[in-house]
C-alpha cells in the first residue's frame, strides 16, 4: 500500500524526508534529486544550447547573495528549503560537478528546467528523466570506485531520492496545440504513456540502489498564467486540473504497485495537489488578493 501524504506547507515535505531515512544525523544524509524547474539548481547553465536558463539578474533576487544561481525562483527550491530543515547542504547540480570530486558521496541534483517523464518533452531545453538517471547511473560508478562496491550500495540503499517530475509533459507538450502528441492522443492514452513510461524508469532507480523515494505529485496546472490565459476570465481551467487529478491518481497507484513489486522498496507520494489548489482558492487565508474562480 502507497503511503500519501498531504502537506500543508513545504515544511511538511521535511519531515516527509526525515521519516524516510534511518540515517542517525545530518552528516550521514545523503539526497538525490530528480526533477524539472521547480527543483533545478543550475544544470542547464552548463548545457551551451538549453533554451532553458535562468542565469538573469531578476532570478535569484532573495536567494544568498542576490544573484540568480540556475533557480527558476526569485529564491530558493523546495529541494533548498527541505535540506536546511534537514541540515545538510542543498545537493549541488551534477554538471558543476567532476566525475572525480568526492561531493558525489554528499548527494546530487539531476534536475533540469524543461524535462519530463517522455523523452520529447521539452526537447531543446533540458536533461530528460530518462537522461537524469543516466547520469545516476554514472554517478554510482563513480562511487563504487571511490568506495567499493559494499559501501557504495549501502550509500545507494540508505539515501533518499526526491522526484518532481511530469508537470512540462503537459504544459510544454501535451496542452501545445502544435505538438505530436497533443494531436496524437487521447488524455487517457496520454496519461497512460506517462504512467507506463515512470513505471519503467523507477524501476531503473530501483535497480541502481534507490529504495526510499518520494515521488512528488503535480500541481493544479490548469491554473498557471498559460493556462488561465486561455480563458476568457483569466480563471483556472477546470478540465486540464481534473486531467492533472486523474494523472495523480494514476501516478499514487503506480506507487502502491511498485511498493509491492520491488523488495525493500519504500516509496511515499506525497500529495500536494489540494494544499496548493486551496493556497489558490482561498488566498486571503495566506495574506494573498483574491483570485478569479475556475471555469
Known sequence: ???????PGLAFAAL??????????????????FGDSLTEVGNNNYMQYSLAKSNYPWYGVDY???QATGRFTNGRTIG?????KLGISSPPPYLSL???????????????????????????FRLSFDDQINNFATTTQK???KIGEVAANKLCN?????????????????LQPFLQDGQQYTHDEFMELLISTFDLQLSRLYQLGARKMIIHDLGPLGCIPSQRVKSKKGQCLTRVNQWIQEFNYKAQNLVASLNGRLPNAKLIFA???PAVLDLIDNPTTYGKPKSLNSE
Do not use: H, P, R, W
Open 64 to 66: 544568498a547573495g542576490g
Open 271 to 273: 500529495d500536494t495537489y
Open 16 to 33: 516527509i524526508l526525515a521519516a524516510a531515512t534511518s540515517a542517525s544525523s545530518a552528516d550521514a544524509l545523503v539526497t538525490f534529486v
Open 80 to 84: 533548498d528549503i527541505i535540506s536546511e
Open 158 to 174: 540508505e539515501a533518499t531520492y526526491f522526484i518532481g517530475i511530469g508537470s512540462n509533459d503537459y504544459v510544454n507538450n501535451f
Open 98 to 124: 567532476s566525475q572525480n570530486d568526492d561531493a558525489l558521496l554528499k548527494g546530487v541534483n539531476y534536475a533540469s528546467g524543461g524535462a519530463g517523464i517522455l523523452n520529447d518533452t521539452g526537447l531543446y
Open 143 to 145: 562511487i563504487k570506485s
Open 1 to 7: 500500500m502507497a503511503i500519501a501524504l498531504q502537506l
